[in-house]
């Protein structure tokens, strides 16, 4: 588990388990499931503080109990990732028109900056040169409202173009996108999570199962730009890995839906706990 990082995997449960019930999250409860992954109670609330302090959640008391609600901007920022997520595989175009962003943002705005770069490459951008990003589909409308959201606008300009008579396309591919071991990635996906399919599990091994593919899953929306097969011929590897997560995230919703409401209701009188991991000594 030492990919595994205290915060995003915190941003796995959000937008797995509360944001689509719209819940409060006790912290009690978040610590303890995080605990379930290896995560001590000082980084499990160490996590939480930080995703305050990024506007991503709203901490709320009540007596002795902590709870945490998500903000509006985490909340649009999920729901953008459940559209790459659950739409990789399956695009909204057919990788003809290419979308170019060029902009020349100041310096002294690097918290726009990287956010801007981690937003568009969760699109599928890839970056050719310092303030130029390119990505093989239509990504124009969510660019500018992106643009506009950061309040870099005035800053930046964006293209819409064919791009496939260029001399030299493959190059530029290369130059964008790291694309080495991509196919490994997938295969690697699908043999860590195929043995679960189909496969009786507990409450609490389903929500580990389905949380860490949720998690895996989500790295690889950054990763794969979905480029036409002739320039990345990876549609076989991905088609595998998209259907077992689809049949993995709906097969154990139920179950862990319940092992993590389980957990997240407030105890009060009962203390948290560390649980070992289990699901992962077989995974």
Do not use: K
């Amino acid at each position: 588990m030492s990919d595994l990082q205290p915060q995003d995997l915190v941003i796995t449960l959000l937008g797995t388990y509360v944001r689509p019930a719209r819940n409060a999250l006790w912290s009690g409860g978040v610590v303890e499931l995080l605990g379930e992954f290896g995560f001590s109670h000082g980084a499990a609330r160490m996590a939480l503080a930080r995703l305050v302090r990024r506007g991503l959640l709203a901490r709320e008391r009540a007596g002795r109990l902590v709870h945490y609600r998500l903000t509006p901007r985490c909340d649009r920022l999920l729901a953008e990732g459940d559209g790459r997520i659950f739409g990789l595989g399956d695009p909204h175009d057919d990788g003809q028109t290419w979308t170019i962003l060029w902009h020349q943002i100041p310096d002294d705005r690097r918290l726009e900056l990287s956010r801007l770069g981690r937003r568009l490459r969760f699109l599928g951008f890839g970056s050719v040169q310092d303030g130029v990003w390119i990505s093989p589909h239509d990504h124009s409308v969510e660019v500018r409202a992106l643009l506009g959201e950061l309040g870099v606008s005035e800053s930046a300009t964006v293209f819409l173009g064919h791009l496939d008579g260029v001399a030299g396309l493959p190059a530029l591919v290369a130059r964008a996108w790291d694309l080495g071991g991509l196919v490994e990635r997938y295969e690697a996906f699908v043999s860590e999570f195929r043995p679960f399919r189909d496969r009786p599990l507990t409450d609490r091994d389903a929500f580990r199962v389905r949380t860490l593919s949720v998690h895996r899953f989500r790295g690889f929306p950054a990763l794969d730009p979905e480029l036409p097969e002739r320039l990345a011929p990876i549609s076989r590897s991905r088609r595998q890995a998209v259907e077992l997560f689809h049949v993995l995230f709906e097969d154990l919703t139920a179950a862990s839906q319940r092992h993590f409401d389980e957990v997240t209701t407030a105890r009060p009188s009962v203390p948290v706990r560390r649980v070992r991991a289990g699901v992962g000594a077989t995974s």
